[in-house]
């Protein structure tokens, strides 16, 4: 240092304190670089209250209208008129058996309208289970012969004792077929859903068509 070198008085008591210029440092971005702003922890889905609040509430609501569906499919199927509908699948056992007497009848047109009603209940029936299936609705076949009328074949057999066979065996499936007509009627009238109605509309007619097979005087 040059002892010769003035220095600048000092400020005198009570001045105002000059102010102070700093000077920019050109290379101060590489002495003191800018340290990254820290990324806000749990960004992601995993860590977003809202999102994964909003993922719960979308998935339960999947899994809740799944099992309201099962239920309801459960709830529907034991509230389906099957009481109707295994009481037609046991007149139906009942109409097939009495149709295969049709086949001792002396009139054509007796055995072919006999034949006719077999076949058809038989197909009618298969469709039924089919569908009461659909519905947990299950039959067993012990039980689809409660209707078994012991008293038709002991009718049927004196008519063969007396030469009136086709007479009386017309009159009885025609009775019958009546009666189920009604009954088929009836559960259409409580069907709980669309696919049942066309089933029992589509029986019902093919009834009808059968009762018109049999003839009025049979030889």
Known sequence: MNPDQSFPAPPSA?????????????YEFIINPEKPA????????????????????????????????????????????????IGLAETQTEIIRVATFGATAQDQSVRNAAITAQYALTTQQQALISFMNTYRIKVKSAQLKVKQDGTTDQKLTA?????????????????????????????????????????????????????????TNPT
Not at 17 to 23: A, I, K, S
Not at 76 to 81: D, E, I, M, P, R
Not at 183 to 207: H, P, Q, R, S
């Open 38 to 85: 820290k990324k806000a922890r749990g960004g992601g889905i995993g860590g977003n209250s809202f999102v994964v609040k909003i993922l719960v509430i979308v998935v339960g609501s999947v899994f809740v209208l799944g099992l309201l569906g099962f239920i309801l499919n459960a709830v529907l199927g034991q509230k389906t008129n099957s009481t109707q509908l």
């Open 14 to 26: 009570g001045s105002d304190p000059q102010p102070v210029h700093h000077v920019h440092n050109p």
């Open 159 to 215: 008519a063969t004792a007396a030469s009136t066979f086709d007479v009386v065996y017309t009159q009885t499936m025609v009775g019958e077929l009546q009666s189920y007509a009604a009954a088929v009627k009836a559960a259409y009238n409580t069907a709980t859903n669309a696919k049942e109605k066309a089933l029992l509309a589509g029986d019902y007619n093919d009834i009808l068509l059968m009762l018109k097979q049999w003839p």
